[in-house]
């Protein structure tokens, strides 16, 4: 991958400022389906709650990924309400850099969720391997998931958990947001709930208060940082320590990052 300019740099940014996407066109909504209309594969990924599989329609070989989740094991963590509300609302997203959920069915003992395959998987992978992306990785990056956020802003959508483990690449190398279970649909964009990953919460959330689409705009400064770097600005080994960074907005640029990326995140 070719490394950019400062200018260039400047350019994508600036661009991405000036300009935001259209909205795609809401695709036509998927046949109900059933655990035998798929062909299932090797497993490509497993969380705490669900495992997601390599799968292939029987009838046209389109190939897709399937998250299984345990009905038994959402019940027993009372995430009922966040399993109904990650559904609804990846069945309203259409953007080219939101991984696409294209249909859901279950059974007596599981969910299913057909998703758009990520051809390359995490985002997370390649950082931890590479230690670091150059500039013009992460500003294309950083550029990508601002216009996912800008739409998900638009349809008044929240997403609360942006880290490196929920972006992913796909076929075309392009970012695709996902998981989508601590996000929440608010039409008057204030929350109070506590939620996310602590490396990469806003002060309003370390310390409680009411928060907005702010928070989203928070953490891509940290991923910005953390594609550059190789490791979050406020990640300490003690827990206490990384809030009270958080709460002061204490961090420091070590000398690869630029200047142009030090206002940016800044």
């Known amino acids: 991958m070719e490394v950019a300019t400062r200018g260039q740099i400047t350019y994508v940014l600036v661009d991405y400022m000036m300009n935001c996407f259209s909205i795609p066109e809401t695709a036509e909504p998927p046949r109900l389906c059933v655990l035998s209309d798929f062909d299932i594969g090797r497993q490509l990924g497993r969380g705490k709650f669900g495992t997601v599989f390599l799968a292939k329609t029987r009838e046209t070989g389109f190939l897709c990924a399937i998250k299984v989740i ?6 027993k963590n009372g995430l ?23 249909t859901y069915f279950h059974d007596h003992k ?21 230690g670091r992306f150059n ?20 349809m008044k959508v ?15 190398h392009e970012l695709k947001l996902s998981d989508f279970g601590w996000s929440v649909h608010a039409p008057s964009l204030r929350r109070r709930t506590i939620c996310g ?3 990469y919460l806003a002060p309003e959330m370390v310390t409680g208060k009411g928060h907005d689409e702010r928070v989203d705009h928070w953490t891509v400064g940290i991923l910005c940082y953390e594609m550059l770097c190789g490791h979050p600005p ?12 958080i709460k002061a907005v204490k961090y420091t640029f070590p000398s690869i990052i630029c200047s142009l990326a030090q206002d940016l995140i800044s």
């Not at 950083?142 to 638009?154: F, K, S």
């Not at 406020?234 to 960074?245: L, V």
Request: with cysteine.
């Open 70 to 75: 345990f009905k038994k094991q959402i019940v």
């Open 234 to 245: 406020f990640e300490h080994q003690e827990t206490n320590d990384t809030y009270s960074c």
């Open 197 to 199: 990953t602590l490396d």
């Open 135 to 154: 500039d013009w990785r992460a500003a294309t990056y950083v550029y990508q998931l601002c216009d996912a956020l800008i739409y998900c802003h638009r």
């Open 110 to 130: 599981r969910i299913y969720l057909v998703l758009e395959l990520a051809y390359y998987g995490q985002m997370y992978s390649d950082l931890r391997r590479l």
């Open 80 to 102: 009922e309400h966040q399993i109904r509300r990650e559904v609804e609302i990846m069945s309203h997203l259409q953007h080219p850099n939101i991984l696409q959920m294209y």
């Open 158 to 172: 929240i997403h609360r958990d942006i880290k490196p483990e929920n972006l992913l690449i796909g076929f075309n």
